[in-house]
């Protein structure tokens, strides 16, 4: 396992359509975390998951915005019909359940809405 | 609510000379943990040291250590010996114990360079 695998790494889209994200953890990583990190800021935390269980989420997680993981295991973000703001870095993180120290980052999926 | 200020959003220091980050944190929680984290140019996110809130030592490792000012909410990261490879943002980062798996609050961050 090579790490948290983000795809694609780049997306350009324009306004209004619906665009995607895949997230694959840490294969032992039961809890899965997206943020979004936009110019000049620090990731500012969106949702949570452990296994497929949505525990958390931002009221940055406006209605556009899904995520899901179905099975437990890899996760996708769905932002429909998507504004220029959506324009940002987005991170997925993972750790154990238990005795966790540190979370596990991926490279990040980089969207511009234009 | 918590909160990270890092309040240099640019610095730059020599190769092998040290260089400090600086940090402050708000927070009523009495157990946390607290992050410096290295994110390189087009790369991912990786922690450079970590510091538990109740032990009074400050975390080192190896070229980085930290100076934890609990009563004061400050948490400042040195870099000894600087190298090309420290060039990246440096994020501060909090996550309170016992809440919302791992969620971490992250400030603003650093952008630091080192200079050949």
């Known amino acids: 396992d090579t790490g948290v695998s983000q795809n694609p790494r780049h997306k350009i889209t324009k306004r209004g359509q619906n665009v995607t994200f895949r997230c694959d953890p840490i294969s032992e990583h039961n809890r899965l975390y997206w943020y979004r990190q936009t110019l000049g800021q620090g990731p500012e935390f969106l949702t949570y998951?452990?296994?497929?269980?949505?525990?958390?989420k931002s009221r940055l997680l406006s209605d556009r915005f899904s995520a899901e993981r179905p099975k437990g295991s890899f996760s996708t973000l769905e932002i429909q019909r998507t504004e220029q703001g959506d324009s940002a870095m987005y991170l997925c993180?993972?750790?154990?359940?238990?005795?966790?120290?540190?979370?596990?980052f991926g490279q990040g999926t980089r969207l511009t809405v234009v | 609510a918590q909160t990270v200020t890092q309040s240099q959003p640019e610095m730059s220091v020599q190769e092998a000379e040290t260089v400090t980050l600086s940090c402050t944190y708000d927070t009523s929680e009495s157990n946390y943990y607290l992050f410096w984290y290295k994110q390189p140019p087009s790369r991912q996110m990786i922690l450079v040291i970590r510091q538990e809130a109740y032990k009074q030592q400050n975390a080192t490792e190896n070229r980085f250590s930290v100076n934890f000012q609990k009563a004061a909410k400050s948490f400042s990261l040195k870099i000894s010996d600087s190298q090309l490879g420290d060039t990246a943002m440096y994020f501060c980062?909090?996550?309170?114990?016992?809440?919302?798996?791992?969620?971490?609050?992250f400030g603003a961050g650093t952008r630091l360079f080192v200079k050949a």
């Open positions: 998951f452990q296994n497929e269980a949505q525990l958390e």
């Open positions: 993180a993972s750790t154990p359940e238990k005795g966790a120290t540190e979370a596990f």
């Open positions: 980062a909090f996550k309170a114990l016992g809440t919302g798996g791992f969620k971490t609050i």
